[in-house]
């Protein structure tokens, strides 16, 4: 059974960081691009970053990009989220999904219950 | 990049049909579009894809036969016949957009549905 779950949010003040972790089952982990994706608090969902399969290539959301790093442990089967100069947007509930392509087009199956993230003083 | 837009609420009574509407903005009606549905308080699941023509590129596990995708010029519709309880949810349409070593994926705002 395919499963993947979040660990790591919690309450940080602005400017500090923090690192999320999602731990995945059921799935070769290097064979497939994994993602983040969030949700503010009443809000839709936002595409953060992307890792590919062989992990050599990395994509961010404009509002993320060069604050936020993705990267992967597979003797672990690990996927992580490393959050730099964290904002008060930045609070959302973050999810990590597996991408599943075909003719090169993605789509995300299956998500994990998410990890809150709270930016605040 | 492409823009997805969802109207915020629909509602049906329960046993009825309701039909969801995600529109791309001009220049993108070849795109994909991919549904999930978001329970309270759960992560989103993933529907279905539809493409243009309204094919069926893939459908999540354990959906059921009551739900089908539609496509028509700009709109991608996703219809919900026999509504159940459990069928009250966020439902969100996305679709991925890369250009060369770009990547982009879009959501839409989420429809909120109600079973009346």
């Known amino acids: 059974q395919v499963q993947l779950v979040e660990s790591g949010g919690g309450v940080v003040q602005p400017g500090r960081s923090l690192s999320l972790s999602c731990a995945v089952s059921g799935f070769t982990f290097r064979s497939d691009d994994m993602y983040w994706v969030r949700q503010a608090p009443g809000k839709g969902l936002e595409w953060v970053a992307t890792?590919?399969?062989?992990?050599?290539?990395?994509y961010y959301a404009d509002s993320v990009e060069g604050r936020f790093t993705i990267s992967r442990d597979t003797s672990k089967n690990t996927l992580y989220l490393q959050m730099n100069s964290l904002r008060s947007e930045d609070t959302a509930v973050y999810y990590c999904a597996r991408g599943r392509v075909l003719r090169s087009s993605t789509w995300f199956d299956p998500w994990g219950q998410g990890t809150l993230v709270t930016v605040s003083s | 990049q492409p823009v997805l837009t969802q109207p915020p609420s629909a509602s049906a009574s329960l046993g009825a049909s309701v039909t969801l509407t995600c529109t791309l903005n001009s220049g993108y009606s070849n795109y994909k579009v991919d549904w999930y549905q978001q329970r309270p308080g759960k992560g989103p699941r993933f529907v279905m894809r539809v493409g243009t023509g309204g094919i069926v590129e893939s459908k999540g596990d354990g959906i059921p036969d009551r739900f089908s995708v539609l496509a028509s010029g700009l709109n991608r519709y996703l219809t919900i016949k026999n509504i159940q309880e459990e069928d009250e949810s966020d439902y969100h349409c996305g679709a991925d957009h890369g250009s060369g070593r770009t990547f982009v994926y879009v959501f839409g705002g989420g429809t909120k549905v109600t079973v009346l």
């Open positions: 890792l590919s399969y062989g992990a050599r290539d990395k």
